[in-house]
């Protein structure tokens, strides 16, 4: 059964471009072997990410990337049993977004405004949905 997850987390201070890319490397090597895909986006120092795949398979990386010292304070918005895959050609998405991209994409400011709520939540649903179509045509 396929399932959607996405949380917000805060990136570990100084975070550097170097070890962003080891984490995209690190994060496409395991997610192509366990059929997991996915997007990460980040904005201001903030981590959005749009994970897809078997529950189980889902909930064991979730509590992996939780210990992950590059980032905290994680917040679950969204864990949906789902109809079809958004990235199901991305191990691994990663975009950063502006301000005004972001806006643009979503009508919030900064990921924090995002909140487990029902209606906070749908927007970063439909948020992942409006990049990967974007991600499709360009
Ligand atoms: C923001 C962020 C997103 C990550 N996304 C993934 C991912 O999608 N898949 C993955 O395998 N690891 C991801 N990681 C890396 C994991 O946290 C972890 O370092 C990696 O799975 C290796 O774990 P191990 O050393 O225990 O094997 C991510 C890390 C961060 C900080």
Redesign the pocket.
């Known amino acids: 059964m396929l399932y959607e997850l996405i949380y917000r987390?805060t990136?570990k201070p100084g975070l550097t471009e170097e070890e962003l890319k080891t984490?995209l490397t690190?994060?496409r090597?395991?997610?192509s072997e366990?059929n997991?895909t996915?997007c990460?986006l980040f904005h201001e120092g903030q981590?959005l990410?749009l994970?897809e795949g078997d529950f189980q398979v889902l909930l064991d990386?979730y509590d992996?990337?939780k210990?992950?010292p590059?980032?905290r304070e994680f917040l679950l918005l969204h864990m949906k049993e789902s109809p079809q895959r958004v990235y199901d050609r991305w191990t691994?998405a990663f975009k950063t977004l502006n301000n005004n991209e972001l806006r643009d994409y979503s009508g919030v400011s900064e990921f924090t405004e995002l909140e487990t709520e029902e209606e906070e939540s749908s927007i970063s649903v439909e948020l992942f949905q409006a990049i990967s179509q974007d991600m499709v045509s360009h």
Request: no cysteine; proline share 0%; glycine share 4%.
């Open positions: 987390s990136a984490i690190t994060a090597q395991f997610n366990n997991i996915g990460l981590f990410q994970l990386l992996k990337i210990r992950d590059r980032h691994m």
